[in-house]
């Protein structure tokens, strides 16, 4: 298995301070954001690692995190240079992918639980975690029946059909370029993540897992306050790097 961090984008929300670094750059406690989910991939065993940048901030990584020779592991640089949703990663990933399956977090996701053995145990399909949350119209819902199996998924939908959202972090099996390859732009010209796992549950092999400890998107003042809070607090002895 190879690893995705998907770290482009402007991150409007966070201006003024993203107006000169990038928000995955940020930080976070004692170290850049970016190394929260770098942190899950080399914890899972994973050893190449491509890191999707915005064009206007690749030399930043690059002097950052150099190589990864000081990791453990190899890293690629890509640049996505127009954001245009989470699927485009693995239309972006191809060549680095090959025929291997691959882990995608992104990069302003931090997450409390140890996600190693769901990485190390993946074999085939695909499998996401979702966490419950107070706002489910801003993210990706998944809809269970009563044995809390999965029976749908909808983006940022007006009326959620639950308040489970899908996390930002996903495994799949290579055919998931091939499916990213055939989707069409939403509504919001963007390359739909819950497309792709749409088409998996209609194959009837998406795995939905839940998330016990806590999980943050960063991508407000106050969620990056609650991710100094949790990094201080409870993250530190998780870490490797």
């Known amino acids: 298995m190879k690893g995705i961090i998907l770290s482009g984008g402007s991150a409007t929300r966070l201006r003024p301070c993203t107006k000169v670094t990038s928000k995955q750059l940020l ?21 190449e690692i491509m890191i999707i940048v915005a064009p ?43 025929d291997d399956s691959v882990c995608m977090i992104l990069g302003d996701n931090i997450f409390e639980d140890d996600l190693a053995d769901d ?18 119209e801003r993210f990706g819902i998944v809809e269970f029946d009563a044995n809390m199996k999965a029976v749908s998924i909808e983006e940022k ?21 091939k499916v990213a ?18 088409w998996y549950l209609a194959q009837g092999e998406l795995e939905v897992a839940m998330i016990s400890g806590a999980w943050i998107d960063t991508g407000t003042f106050d969620s990056l306050l609650e991710a100094q809070n949790l990094a201080k607090e409870k993250l530190q002895s998780k870490l490797v790097i």
């Open 27 to 47: 930080p976070v406690y004692n170290r850049p954001m970016i190394y929260y989910p770098l942190n899950t991939l080399i914890k899972a065993g994973i050893k």
């Open 56 to 98: 206007e901030r690749a030399g930043d990584y690059l002097n950052l995190l150099g190589s990864g020779k000081d990791f453990g592991v190899k890293f690629t640089y890509e640049v996505q240079d127009k954001p245009e949703g989470l699927a485009q990663a693995f239309i972006i990933g191809e060549t680095f992918l090959e």
């Open 119 to 136: 990485v190390k145990s993946f074999q085939s399909g695909a499998k996401v975690f979702a966490k419950q949350v107070k706002d489910p």
């Open 157 to 177: 939908p007006a009326q959620p059909k639950s308040n489970y959202c899908v996390t930002g972090m996903y495994l799949y099996d290579n055919r998931v370029v």
């Open 181 to 198: 390859k055939e989707l069409k732009p939403s509504t919001r010209g963007e390359l739909e993540i819950t497309d792709i796992n749409k």
